[in-house]
């Protein structure tokens, strides 16, 4: 059985490097490949891009510390994802109900934007983590790059799922796939996506799944 983390993890060079060198600059930040944080009988898998320097990189828990997770965790507290608003840190006692967090790519990459090559060789573990997450009814992507990420861990071509805000996909198993903008400093301050906008794909997350 293939592993869906490994703490030690440095099949990537230049993430590797990338942490060794951030570490230095950052002695007190987690500077590791950040573990998948959730329920681990989740019916509903959120995958995002990767950490955040200054947020899951530091911390240690996806989208904590940064931006990008405000809006997620105060979305998933209101529709019953998560027992707190916020999370402050790896270590409180934030909860997440029915639900997981994990990333595409689990280690910071410089600039935010991994290469494809250290996409592909980070995907087994997703793959492994989709495989055996039994429970999983709904898969939420978080932008273009998990999309396709969720799409290359379950075996099935790009060219017949196309990435759009909002769009479904039927996967293997009765799962669904579906599609957000990313929830990012950017996107939400351009406006590209809106609380409404994400509170309703969240809202549908939860529709799908039947609770």
């Known amino acids: 059985m293939n592993s869906v983390f490994d703490p ?42 990767a950490p ?17 997770g405000i809006l997620l965790y105060e979305t998933l507290f209101k529709f019953g ?3 707190a608003p916020i999370s402050r840190s790896a270590d409180d006692e934030l909860r997440l109900p029915g639900a997981r967090i994990t990333n595409a790519v689990k280690c910071l990459p410089p600039e935010n934007k991994p290469l494809p090559i250290e996409i592909k060789t980070c995907n087994s573990y997703l793959s492994a983590e989709l495989a055996q997450s039994s429970g999983v009814r709904v898969v939420l992507a978080l932008g273009a790059i998990a999309h396709l990420a969720v799409l290359r861990a379950s075996g099935l071509a790009p060219a017949q799922y196309r ?16 599609n957000s903008y990313h929830c990012s400093r950017y996107n939400t301050q351009t406006r ?12 549908r997350a939860r529709q799908l799944i039947g609770a």
């Not at 955040?52 to 990008?68: E, L, V, W, Y």
């Open 52 to 68: 955040g320097k200054h947020g899951a990189n530091r911390s240690g828990r996806p989208f904590t510390g940064d931006h990008a």
């Open 192 to 203: 590209r996506l809106t609380t409404t906008m994400f509170e309703a794909v969240v809202q």
């Open 8 to 49: 030690a993890c440095r099949r990537c060079p230049r993430l590797s490097a990338f942490l060794d060198a951030v570490k230095v600059q950052h002695p007190n930040y987690y500077c590791l490949p950040v573990p998948p944080f959730g329920d681990s009988g989740a019916r509903l898998i959120i995958v995002g891009l």
């Open 81 to 83: 994802f998560a027992s």
């Open 163 to 178: 990435f759009a805000h909002a769009a479904e996909h039927a996967l293997s198993g009765g799962r669904v796939l579906l």
